[in-house]
């Protein structure tokens, strides 16, 4: 079945380090989505892109999509406390039932002050 | 204001005892979903429900069940038969868009934790 493999695991950077977590997928997406979830709390929606080669900007986060559809990135620039927590991305394939969000695993982001 | 209501926070379960966990919108959006989180898993879905009186099975639907007889609410049930039944739940909701590609994002609760006495 549709598989959305997420790396790092976990990640630990130093206030103003730049922070990157990766997305790929066993098969082409129809589009993907990223979700923060602070410790402690439940998901909250980010972002959601659906075109080839799509990158999408929120103050000093940048979403960018494949050109194949199959991978997907989110890029944090001078990391702040603020952004500790778990990022996720979740996807969907042309394949797959319209409700059934496929989620990775997970980057748990630390920042250290 | 408008949300997700999941109680109770905190479940116990004993051994052989069904348990329902409850999730209210009032967002009014049509479809309904409950994960499972399990640490370092990220979310597993175990069932969603796209309109009243219709649900799917998601990925690890074995030992739970559920019901949609009101727009606003998606129980969950999670039976005698889920033998590891200890993890966070989250139920979401989202409206539903006509393209059939297209997912809409979805509002999380605050969710349940469940653990086995």
């Known amino acids: 079945g549709q598989q959305v493999m997420q790396i790092p695991q976990y990640q630990h950077v130093q206030e103003g380090e730049d922070f990157t977590t990766y997305c790929n997928s066993s098969?082409?997406?129809?589009?993907i989505q990223w979700y923060k979830q602070r410790p402690g709390g439940h998901p909250v929606f980010l972002i959601q892109?659906?075109?080839?080669?799509e990158v999408k900007k929120q103050k000093r986060l940048t979403f960018q999509f494949g050109e194949a559809k199959k991978n997907s990135s989110l890029h944090i620039t001078a990391t702040q406390t603020t952004d500790v927590g778990t990022y996720f991305c979740?996807?969907?394939?042309?394949?797959?039932?319209?409700?059934?969000?496929?989620f990775g695993k997970g980057t748990k982001l630390s920042v250290k002050p | 204001d408008g949300g997700i209501t999941q109680s109770p926070k905190y479940l116990f379960r004993k051994e052989g005892q069904n348990v329902t966990l409850s999730c209210e919108q009032n967002?009014?959006?049509?479809?309904m979903y409950w994960y499972r989180q399990d640490p370092g898993q990220g979310l597993r879905l175990i069932y969603y429900?796209?309109?009243?009186?219709?649900?799917q099975k998601g990925d690890i639907a074995e030992g739970y069940s559920v019901s949609r007889e009101k727009k606003e609410s998606f129980p969950l049930t999670v039976t005698s038969a889920q033998k590891n039944p200890t993890a966070f739940y989250l139920c979401?909701?989202?409206?539903?868009?006509?393209?059939?590609?297209?997912?809409?994002?979805?509002?999380f609760g605050d969710g349940t934790r469940l653990s086995i006495l």
């Open positions: 967002l009014n959006h049509d479809a």
């Open positions: 979740a996807g969907r394939g042309y394949g797959g039932s319209q409700g059934n969000l496929i």
């Open positions: 429900s796209q309109i009243v009186n219709d649900f």
């Open positions: 892109l659906v075109k080839s080669g």
């Open positions: 098969t082409t997406l129809s589009n």
């Open positions: 979401a909701s989202s409206t539903t868009d006509r393209a059939i590609y297209s997912n809409q994002p979805q509002h």
